[in-house]
């Protein structure tokens, strides 16, 4: 109910900050993770140029596109929610967005979600094991790829956050990334012991790597930084990992990235 009002960006920001704190009370070691996941929701949301578009793959409960809307109301948003209930209220609160209700992946038809009921936000194409059965809901929904439903070369800035799918967005989107060459944000997890989509964290570095993008934690999106190798990639997964959210970049956009980064963040040019 309060996202996307001025009470709802208080509160968010409220919440980030406790949590900030928890962390240092009680786990120190996992501060800097969650500081880099804090600071990826910022950049993000912010880094879309004006009158581009903004695409945010696995939009829950509409948060990030609240964001987008406040940073600059120029920016087009193109949002993508499997879960039934999810899309429906996004709708309502968001009318004026193109908002698809399917899971995105690298292919098309019909397919089993699993809905985590306690906890809305792990809901995932992959059969959980881990939590209680009597927790998780399956349903079927419409998959597509994004490349059947998004032509458009004006796409500045992708947010994909499907709970280990997310290589799967890649490969349905692969004409849509080539075309318009999109600053990429992306969740990468370590792999739970249930995995059950087969996507593996050196296919995701090596998706990118052939598609000649860079991949960064947050924190180094605003400074000279050649990117992770893949077994810096892998090595940032173990406890205690270096973030869940990482910058993919196109090469050939590194320079203007890290400008655009370090003036949303305020930062002068000798930092």
């Not at 140029?49 to 945010?56: A, E, Q, S, T, V």
């Not at 098309?108 to 809901?137: D, H, W």
């Not at 947050?218 to 997964?237: K, M, Q, T, W, Y």
Request: glycine content about 6%.
């Amino acid at each position: 109910m309060l996202v996307g009002t001025a009470v709802g960006k208080i509160a968010l920001a409220g919440r980030d900050r406790i949590a900030l704190l928890h962390t240092a009370l009680f786990c120190p070691e996992a501060v800097g993770m969650l500081a880099n996941d804090q600071l990826a929701t910022a950049l993000a949301t912010s880094l879309c140029r004006p009158n581009k578009i903004f695409m945010d793959v696995g939009a829950h409960i509409g948060s990030v596109i609240a964001a987008v809307m406040q940073h600059d109301p120029s920016i087009k948003i193109i949002g993508f929610e499997a879960m039934p209930e999810k899309i429906a209220k996004l709708r309502r609160k968001f009318p004026s967005i193109d908002l698809h209700g399917c899971a995105v992946g690298n292919l098309s038809g019909e397919v089993s979600f699993f809905i985590n009921q306690k906890q809305s936000g792990y809901s995932s194409l992959a059969r959980p094991s881990n939590v209680s059965q009597s927790t998780v809901k399956e349903i079927r929904v419409p998959i597509r790829k994004i490349d059947e439903l998004v032509t458009s070369d004006q796409v500045d800035v992708m947010k994909i956050d499907v709970e280990g799918a997310e290589l799967g967005v890649l490969q349905g989107g692969e004409a849509l990334i080539l075309k318009s060459r999109p600053t990429i944000m992306f969740e990468s997890a370590p792999i739970p012991a249930d995995d059950s989509l087969g996507y593996t964290k050196e296919a995701m570095w090596e998706w990118l790597n052939a598609h000649d993008y860079l991949v960064l934690v947050p924190n180094r999106v605003a400074h000279i930084d050649p990117g992770l190798s893949c077994d810096g990639f892998l090595e940032s997964h173990r406890y205690p990992r270096r973030t869940t959210n990482y910058f993919a970049i196109p090469k050939e956009r590194h320079l203007e990235i890290r400008h655009a980064a370090r003036r949303v963040l305020n930062m002068s040019v000798s930092c």
